[in-house]
Nanobody, 125 residues
Framework: VQLQASGGGLVQTGDSLRLSCAAS????????MGWFREAPGKERESVAA????????YYEDSVKGRFTISGDSATNTVYLQMNSLKPEDTAVYYC???????????????????WGQGTLVTVSS
């Protein structure tokens, strides 16, 4: 499984961005796709996750109501729509995929096997 993340950029506070994570190789049912981010000087943290089976979504509290994760099975792509962006959302965003991840581990980076390269999101104040 290879993951290609894109969509990052420089925006202002309150703006929106949509990140994409295109997966090649076998994914889909049984897989969970996640978005994680790493801000300068901070540890990687979870953002959101999408379980293909049932199209179930999970969010960290810090992004609930502002970010939406979704998936397009036709293109094997997962999106992260980010609205009302804040300077504290500035980070390198990584997408990840894992098979057979249990619900309670959906936002745990250690549960994911495959990782894409990061895409930088910078939110200016």
């Amino acid at each position: 499984v290879q993951l290609q993340a894109s969509g990052g950029g420089l925006v202002q506070t309150g703006d929106s961005l949509r990140l994409s994570c295109a997966a090649s190789g076998r994914t889909g049912r049984g897989y969970t796709m996640g978005w994680f981010r790493e801000a300068p000087g901070k540890e990687r943290e979870s953002v959101a996750a999408f379980r293909w089976s049932g199209r179930i979504t999970y969010y960290e509290d810090s992004v609930k109501g502002r970010f939406t994760i979704s998936g397009d099975s036709a293109t094997n792509t997962v999106y992260l729509q980010m609205n009302s962006l804040k300077p504290e959302d500035t980070a390198v965003y990584y997408c990840a995929a894992g098979y057979g991840i249990i619900t309670s581990n959906s936002l745990r980076s250690s549960a994911y096997t495959y990782w894409g390269q990061g895409t930088l999101v910078t939110v200016s104040s």
